[in-house]
């Protein structure tokens, strides 16, 4: 991963130990509100772990008071069209590179986790909250909808009444509501954050690669496909791991 850590990177904070990467939203002073420079320097970041079989966990986390207050609104509109800002994302799929990310992703959230950084969270595989956490998505009072997969991954993660809940009412969650809906995994004291963060990492880190790998390729496929396509795919999947360990041993 030479080329992520030698980056100076201005808007995240990248730090590699073992098998664990961490990426840390860093503009605390705006509560680290998403913009332009920060969706480039999380590309760069996401591709060279992409790219980096040792890497086995990636944890996501914000500095400063917040996890994320979600796109920062001083940069909205400032795209020369329409059009050009469509093909500028899709150049960029940050958001691809989350959710098809090989190695174990953990986001630990707390404080404001609104916006944009909510569904940055939502693409992750296991999401950690401290009991401070607030989360809402207020794309709709803004006269816009959720652009960062939350349409599909927030119903997936909580149900359709739910999920339209809060996207339409734009109602705010705290850490136990998030908790008792499924919209977190766990629900842990803001001051154990981290230490439980790492623990888990660690804990994912130790798990064989190739079957990491499959089992999170056999879930996320499996969701859009009947159940008898999903048990074909499992099988298949598994069959792969097995000769794999059998190579290895």
Known sequence: ???????????????????????????????????????????????AVHDDPTVRVLVLRGNGRAFSSGGDLREFGTAPSPLVGRWVRWRRDVWGLLGSCPAVTVAAVHGHTAGSGLEMALLCDIVLAADDVTMFLPETSRAMIPGVGGTQTLPRAI???????????????????????????????????????????????????????????????????????????????????????????
């Open 1 to 47: 991963m030479a080329d992520a850590g030698a980056h100076a990177f201005q808007t995240i904070a990248f730090e590699r130990e073992g098998a664990v990467a961490s990426v840390a939203l860093n503009r605390p002073h705006v509560l680290n509100a998403y913009n332009v420079q920060m969706r480039d320097e999380l590309f760069a970041a996401l591709s």
């Open 159 to 249: 149900g359709l009444g739910r999920a339209l809940d809060m996207t339409l009412a734009c109602s705010r969650v705290d850490a136990r509501e998030a908790r008792r809906i499924a919209l977190v995994n766990r629900m842990i004291p803001r001051s154990e954050l981290v230490h439980a963060t790492k623990a888990l990492a660690e804990q994912m880190a130790a798990l064989p690669r190739p079957a990491v790998v499959a089992l999170k390729r056999a879930v996320s496929r499996g969701l859009d496909l009947a159940l008898s396509d999903g048990l074909a795919l499992e099988r298949r999947l598994a069959a792969g791991v097995e000769r794999a360990r059998g190579e290895t041993t």
